[in-house]
Each structure stands twice: as C-alpha cells, then as structure tokens.
C-alpha cells in the first residue's frame, strides 16, 4: 500500500467553498482596536508563534486576526532559513502578513469557534479547492479559536500548517487549545497595559 498522497486538482474558484458569513466581523475589529492589536506585526506573537511550530512540529504558525475583509498574521513563524523566521514561502506576492478573508481555513474556525484538525486538506472536498493549496502548497492544517474570555467574542485565531499530510492527533488538538487560551490570557494584559 502506498503512503504517497493522491494528486489533487489545481485550484478552480467555482468549486471553492464560500467563506462562511461572519455576523460578529464589526464588532471584532472594534474589539481589536480596543485591546491595540490585529493590524501590525508583534514581535511577541512572532514568538508565540515560532513556540507553537517547535512544540507541534509544523514548519509554519500563525497568529490570524480575521476583520471584515482579511486576516492579518500579527504573530507568524516560518523554518524556512532564508526567510528570517517569519515569512511563508513568498510564491504569490500578495501573501505575507496578510491575506484575503477567503483563503485559508481560519475564517472558518473563527465562524465555528472550534478547532478544526485538517491532516490532509484536499480529503475534504469542501476545503480541498481553498486557494491557499496551490498558492502556498498547504497540504495539512490545524487551528483553533481565540476567544475573548472578557466578551465571548472569538478573536481570531491561532494555526500550524504543513506541505505534508499529517496526522495532529488529540494531543496536538489539545495542545493547540491550550496555547490559545495561554495567548487569550497575555492578550487580556497587554489590554490592562501589563
């Protein structure tokens, strides 16, 4: 039996599944505002992030603010040695800090506020056509929500992806919720100026 992933299809737009509708957009940006964050790189989140890939394995993290309109990588970590630690591979020059609200699976975990394991995103036909797999390579996926203990409010998000498929497992899912609700607390003291 061979371990060898299937082909998958370039990206086609008319097969894409549409960003889910995201009622709470406004009023997180006006949050975000309100704590100082989501639309300028931090170098403490870059840190967070390079932790979070060393502690899973994955080559890449995020940490995704997500407005009405895009997601912004204010914490992002990259092994890539030519890249400073904190770029993804720059095939699209429109991808780096920022990115459409319809790539990626971010904006849906944000929307389900839960944690969404995607061990090889093109198995899920209404995830496989997502653009970010032909742009970036992304074959594996893992993210969960940032939710506002203050508010409720979901926040954005945090997430490692993979050119390879992989299993995450419970543990990397675990994992993964508990360094989210570690960065939701250092976000609540960056608000209270600490």
């Not at 299937?6 to 704590?35: F, M």
């Not at 839960?114 to 893992?142: E, H, S, T």
């Not at 506002?148 to 993979?162: F, K």
Request: contains cysteine.
């Amino acid at each position: 039996m061979s371990t060898t992933p299937e082909p998958y299809a370039p990206y086609d737009p008319s097969h894409r599944l549409a960003t889910p509708p995201d009622p709470q957009a406004a009023a997180r940006a006006a949050r975000l505002r309100e704590i100082g964050i989501g639309d300028a790189p931090v170098p403490e989140f870059d840190d967070f992030a390079k932790r979070l890939a060393h502690i899973t394995g994955a080559p890449y993290a995020m940490v995704n603010f997500i407005d009405e309109h895009r997601q912004y990588f204010a914490g992002l970590y990259s092994q890539e040695p030519d890249q400073a630690g904190v770029e993804l591979p720059q095939q699209d020059q429109s991808v780096g800090r920022e990115m459409p609200k319809d790539h990626g699976w971010c904006p849906h975990v944000v929307t389900r506020r839960k944690a969404m394991p995607l061990g090889d995103v093109c198995a899920y036909p209404r995830f496989a056509g997502n653009p970010v797999i032909d742009k970036l390579g992304v074959r594996a996926y893992l993210g969960t929500p940032l939710i506002d203990t203050r508010t409720g409010m979901t926040l954005g998000t945090i997430c490692v992806v993979d050119t390879e498929t992989r299993e995450w497992g419970q543990e990397g899912v675990e994992t993964i919720k508990a360094m989210a609700e570690q960065l939701v607390r250092r976000i609540h003291d960056i608000e209270d100026g600490l």
